[in-house]
């Protein structure tokens, strides 16, 4: 088995991390987010990731963990994964012209080299204004209801919501920063 789990159920963060060409195994953590209340939004994306990566260890602790978390902000106005289509309109509109900031909290665990390492990556983006017919377009056909904010840049629709954006592109388009995951793997002895 590979000694590295990426503990998540996201296909982007699956994707992204198949490009660096290691060996790795998924185990999506079974937690609950809402468990984790801290108002600073930008440090409950890290601790969310953080309970996903400690949840998995403790099942696999000789293993490397690889967790993250993400979700959208307008100040402190967070955008997670809408619970009908109604909602991701909703959210859509709201974020419309927008800019706002993709937080995705990431934490690497690998207890055989004593790495502990947690933060939020903190990507600013501009949403284009939207117009009432393309927020249908959209809802209507995509999986809104499965993305954070409703929406996913990591696919040529999501992307072509977004105006620009300021910081790590993979962390915005795929949910995981894989600068970061390359600078960790290379601290626990994983060539790439």
């Given at each position: 088995m590979p000694g590295i789990i990426l503990a998540s159920q996201s296909p982007?963060?699956?994707?992204i991390l198949q490009t660096l060409g290691v060996k790795f195994q998924v185990i999506p953590a079974q937690v609950d987010e809402q468990q984790v209340q801290i108002k600073n939004v930008i440090k409950r994306a890290e601790m969310i990731a953080r309970l996903k990566a400690e949840t998995v260890l403790s099942l696999h602790p000789n293993k490397i963990v690889i967790a993250a978390d993400t979700y959208s902000a307008i100040k402190n106005q967070v955008f997670e994964k809408p619970g009908s289509r109604d909602q991701a309109r909703?959210?859509?509109?709201n974020q419309s012209g927008k800019t706002a900031h993709a937080?995705?909290?990431f934490c690497y665990l690998d207890k055989k080299n004593k790495i502990d390492f947690s933060t939020t990556v903190d990507t600013e983006f501009k949403f284009r204004k939207l117009s009432n017919k393309e927020i249908e377009r959209y809802i209507k056909?995509?999986?809104v209801t499965t993305w954070s904010a409703a929406f996913c840049p990591g696919y040529p629709t999501g992307?072509?919501?977004?105006?620009?954006i300021r910081g790590s592109l993979t962390s915005f388009t795929?949910?995981?920063p894989i600068e970061l995951v390359a600078q960790m793997l290379t601290k626990s002895?994983?060539?790439?």
């Open positions: 982007q963060r699956k994707i909703q959210m859509l509109k937080l995705t909290g056909n995509e999986p992307a072509a919501l977004t105006a620009w795929h949910g995981l002895g994983i060539t790439y």
